[in-house]
């Protein structure tokens, strides 16, 4: 396992793999369940799961997690609290082709906030690499016709979708200040705070009538998003930060469009076109170019 988590770009790849399907199900469940609902029982049970793991490494490192309780906060609030919340608020009223292209700018925003934060700057190779990237990106998505991006309408839902997106990039780069504890440990604090901050929207959210009724779907999404997007993939997506940096990880978000377009051909029986095979060869070109570039 210590060989596994020092495997960045197997980390990340897995993260969007897992990121993928939260999307496609946050979209496809959002008449069963309440996004606020959905975002509660993530955590809390993501919470539940984790932290006997998280224990032993808890105690010994709770000293370190009390001296810098704001930025855990901070972080869990954005990355927590905040995104996926606001993500499922978003895919109640804007479709899934609006949500992963607004997620398609975040590692633009987080080289951006990078600048801002650090001063942390890309070499003209890595900007390439992510303007290729993002050209690979919109061709999956407009399917190979940019008259489908001409025809998308702004809606109520992209508001919240990039509000979230902007949030998380804030997160992915703040991680460098993260307490310097056990992974195990952070991701307690992190999932335990958000899900406090998350209880009283939850509380409104069922006083207006929104409640999330346990049933087989509901219990298959909740078990999904609490251990795959969640504990896996923070889990991963930290780790993956920590090792190639912000910039660097951000850029892998393109892959999402990649792992729908392939889910969709082995699981749905959807033919492989020619667009698709385009738009995977650029976004793995632009991948190779950041990853490469010294």
Not at 253 to 265: N, R
Request: proline share 5%; aromatic share 14%.
């Amino acid at each position: 396992m210590k060989g596994f988590f020092n495997r960045p770009y197997l980390l990340l790849t897995l993260t969007m793999l897992f990121w993928a399907g939260n999307a496609v199900l946050g979209r496809a469940v959002r008449a069963e369940v309440p996004p606020v609902g959905l975002a509660f029982c993530r955590w809390f049970f993501g919470f539940l799961i984790v932290f006997p793991f998280a224990l032993p490494h808890l105690r010994r490192d709770w000293p370190e997690v009390r001296r810098r309780w704001r930025m855990v906060v901070l972080l869990s609030f954005l990355g927590i609290t905040c995104f996926n919340t606001m993500l499922y608020i978003g895919l109640h009223s804007t479709t899934a082709i609006n949500a992963i292209l607004i997620q398609s700018s975040m590692p633009v925003i987080i080289v951006i906030m990078s600048f801002l934060f650090f001063r942390e700057t890309v070499t003209p190779i890595q900007a390439l690499g992510i303007g290729v990237s993002l050209i690979g990106m919109i061709t999956i998505i407009a399917r190979g016709d940019l008259s489908v991006l001409a025809q998308l309408s702004l809606k109520p839902g992209d508001i919240w979708v990039f509000t979230a997106v902007f949030l998380y990039g804030a997160y992915s780069v703040l991680l460098r200040l993260r307490p310097k504890i056990h992974p195990a440990s952070l991701l307690a604090v992190l999932f335990g705070a958000g899900t406090l901050m998350l209880a009283p929207f939850f509380i409104w959210e069922m006083n207006t009538g929104l409640i999330l009724q346990f049933n087989r779907t509901t219990l298959l999404a909740v078990g999904y998003v609490a251990i795959f997007p969640s504990i896996l993939s923070y889990l991963f997506y930290n780790r993956g930060v920590e090792l190639v940096g912000a910039n660097q990880a951000g850029l892998f978000i393109h892959l999402i469009p990649v792992f729908g377009t392939v889910l969709a051909i082995f699981l749905l029986g959807e033919r492989f076109r020619v667009f698709q095979g385009v738009g995977i060869a650029l976004i793995l070109s632009g991948i190779y170019l950041v990853t490469r570039a010294k």
